[in-house]
């Protein structure tokens, strides 16, 4: 892996300040100039990489979102069964609630003052789309094997995402043991939607 450039490193420190920032309690919208300061670089690198604040949280999506898909997509290739790679898939967006990190970004994201960038609601479309494009491949090769033989892989992944999401914003489970009994909830659901069962699952 190759060291960062120096501008490289610029970007990422400027987006790790947002994050931060935005995290910490704060009245109103957070001024660019605070970000600077916690990133300890000057106007002219911030607009080197970004056209406005509203950019830079839309960037913060979208870098977020293919570092998931980029996960979400090793799942593929792994040569295990479409059941547990569901499973798989399901565990590892469960991972958000249970990763401090993780979960302070996706707080930070869903939060009002990202939310209200220009063009916020197209990209978060379009994430979902990325992310839920692995889901979809698993569920047709469960229907193409017979493990999912109701599966109808476009509607069904966007309704397990849907699930997944709700419970990460309402009450993500944090601790390792509510994370497990939640992810033998959401499969209960899944499987029976799809019309598989746990047989080839692990630890079912």
């Given at each position: 892996m190759q060291p960062q450039s120096p501008t490289d490193d610029e970007r990422e420190r400027i987006i790790d300040a947002a994050y931060d920032c935005i995290a910490e309690p704060h009245t109103g919208p957070v001024p660019i100039a605070a970000i600077l300061a916690r990133a300890e670089v000057s106007t002219r690198a911030f607009y080197r990489h970004f056209t406005s604040k509203d950019e830079l949280f839309l960037q913060m999506l979208r870098q977020e979102s293919a570092a998931l898909s980029g996960r979400l997509d090793q799942i593929l290739d792994g040569g295990e069964a479409p059941p547990r790679q569901l499973e798989a898939w399901i565990a590892e967006m469960l991972t958000l609630a249970h990763d401090p990190r993780l979960r302070?970004?996706?707080?930070?994201?869903?939060?009002?003052?990202?939310?209200?960038?220009?063009?916020?609601?197209?990209?978060?479309?379009?994430?979902?789309?990325?992310?839920?494009?692995?889901?979809?491949?698993?569920?047709?090769?469960?229907?193409?094997?017979?493990?999912?033989?109701?599966?109808?892989?476009?509607?069904?992944?966007?309704a397990i995402s849907a699930l997944v999401s709700r419970i990460m914003t309402a009450t993500p489970p944090t601790r390792s043991a509510l994370v497990q009994r939640t992810l033998a909830q959401v499969l209960d659901f899944a499987l029976r939607a799809v019309g598989g069962n746990r047989v080839g699952v692990t630890g079912r």
């Open positions: 302070q970004h996706m707080r930070v994201i869903d939060s009002d003052e990202v939310r209200a960038a220009k063009g916020y609601r197209e990209v978060r479309e379009s994430t979902h789309t990325q992310r839920e494009r692995s889901l979809v491949e698993i569920l047709e090769r469960g229907r193409g094997d017979g493990s999912f033989p109701l599966a109808e892989p476009e509607l069904d992944a966007v």
